[in-house]
């Protein structure tokens, strides 16, 4: 199984087993010409940081009421892959749900 979340500024986290993968945005890519998502980075997680993205990843799949119907500007995006089925969702600013996956991406980066 594997994630990878985009976050509202185009920075891309991929979790796959337990290892989280930070790939930000560059200036040379971003709208802005000046945005920098900051350093890349490779961490492998603790298990109870794996169970609580994990948990968070999953429960933004569930939450129907936090999804958009397309990507706009400041969304995200969470993609999940089992083998060859994959889902895609668009989650919107502002919900319960960027809110928790954003806070807890947060902590991780912190550590």
């Known amino acids: ?7 509202g500024s185009g920075n891309k986290y991929k979790l796959q087993n337990s290892k989280l993968t930070y790939i930000p945005l560059t200036p040379e890519n971003s709208s802005s010409g ?5 350093d890349p980075f490779v961490l492998e997680l603790e298990k109870i940081d794996l169970i609580r993205l994990v948990d968070v990843f999953e429960r933004a799949l569930w939450s129907e009421s936090d999804h958009s119907n397309k990507r706009r500007m400041g969304s995200g995006t969470l993609f999940k892959t089992v ?6 969702i668009y989650l919107s600013y502002g919900s319960t749900s960027i809110n928790e996956i954003d806070a807890i991406l947060k902590s991780i980066k912190s550590v």
């Open 1 to 7: 199984m594997k994630y990878t979340y985009v976050d």
């Open 83 to 88: 083998g060859e089925d994959w889902k895609r």
């Open 34 to 38: 000046t945005y920098s998502g900051g």
